[in-house]
């Protein structure tokens, strides 16, 4: 997925904004005296989603996708034009300073660490990109992905799309995470983890195909 990641980079046909976001995601911050997951380690969340490792990385490549097929509907269906550059940079980046905000804990999963809970992922990341010199529409998209619920409004079409597609990953992953952890609990497990997408969608196909039998015998697989 790094490498599919690092192809959406060369989508961008600006070539120094193409350059700057390659070099962000090679070169990351320095300056932080903290601890920092490594990309294709760190949890996209600590529970909501995504929350196991590799997340991160999964919902950047997830929440590009979505935004290419926005981009593509406002444009053939609703007769937009969209900046596909801002779009792509932005949802490439906008998550990236969620490595310095989680930490791994012993017997596995991971925790918010103690400078993540007082500086929040997407303050870091609208300084770094401020410092680094990233065009404000860019910076813009990043500060509002949040949508509704940040500190910052989507204030155009493409922050918009990115912060729509940033919602629709992250509340598909974590009620696809929370339907096979109530499947697995029914089934007898205790305290269910899930560490993976791939994994849940596993549990709940299973229960879908062959009922209650076809989660016991998981259950049963997980013991052995």
């Not at 950047?60 to 053939?76: P, Y």
């Not at 065009?135 to 910052?152: E, F, K, N, R, W």
């Amino acid at each position: 997925m790094r490498d599919e990641l690092m192809g959406f980079v060369d989508l961008i046909s600006d070539e120094e904004l193409a350059g700057k976001v390659r070099e962000f995601l090679v070169d990351p911050p320095t300056g932080l005296d903290v601890d920092c997951l490594a990309l294709d380690v760190c949890p996209g969340g600590a529970y909501q989603h995504h929350s196991y490792s590799g997340g991160l990385l999964e919902h950047t490549v997830s929440v590009v996708r979505v935004a290419l097929v926005f981009c593509d509907i406002v444009e053939e269906l609703y007769g937009g034009e969209v900046n596909r550059d801002t779009v792509v940079a932005g949802a490439v980046l906008h998550d990236v300073m969620k490595c310095y905000c989680y930490e791994d804990v012993e017997g596995g999963g991971f925790r918010g660490s103690d400078f993540g809970g007082r500086v929040d992922h997407l303050t870091l990341m609208v300084g770094e990109l401020m410092s680094r010199g990233f065009p404000l529409d860019v910076v813009h998209v990043v500060a509002a992905h949040h949508g509704d619920v940040g500190p910052t409004k989507p204030k155009s079409l493409e922050a918009l799309i990115v912060s729509i597609a940033d919602l629709a990953d992250s509340e598909f992953n974590g009620k696809l995470l929370r339907a096979a952890e109530y499947l697995l609990r029914r089934g007898g497990v205790s305290r269910p983890r899930v560490d993976s997408a791939g994994e849940a969608v596993m549990v709940v196909q299973v229960k879908e195909r062959e009922g209650w039998v076809g989660v016991d015998r998981l259950v049963r697989e997980r013991v052995n």
